[in-house]
């Protein structure tokens, strides 16, 4: 597929990763690698972490969402989920995740990728609705398998999708298509 931006003309694969560019500015213009998926499609999940499938009051993309249930952080720092996915284009990666926060005592959640530093999504002010945070989250992938692990650092707390992007300056909005 093909489209004009800012004057370039730009090739594009469905992975989202260029493979040509051409007009003023195109080598500083390539598009970046990114990577989506569902948070319910855990390949392994510890309890209080649950699956909410197919019901709920919120509006959430997929089949459902994950959630740390509300009950005033008794099992704050228990459970965990775990996710492998494949990427096409190793780098560094802005790390984001679409949650809904229940109340100000929950409001985030922690990740840790390949094994690295554990990582504090969230602690912001937007509750009752779902949207994105990270942002400043940046990690290191590499060509091939690697894993997330989703951490509960506090509970009243669910998680709709996870998006991985090279462009660091990109906000996700809304649902976003999932690539895996």
Known sequence: MKRKLNGLNRSWIASGVALAATGAGASTALAAAKICWEAEATGTMQKPLRKVMGSGNKPYSGKGYLEIPWDKNESKGKGQAVYTFNVKTAGVYTVWARTYWANGCGNSIGVVVNGGTPITLGEDGTYDKWHWVGGGARVRLKAGA???????????????????TQDADYTPTGIRKTTS
């Open 146 to 164: 690697n894993k997330l692990i989703l951490k509960n650092k506090e509970t009243g707390v669910s998680v709709d999708q996870f998006y991985l």
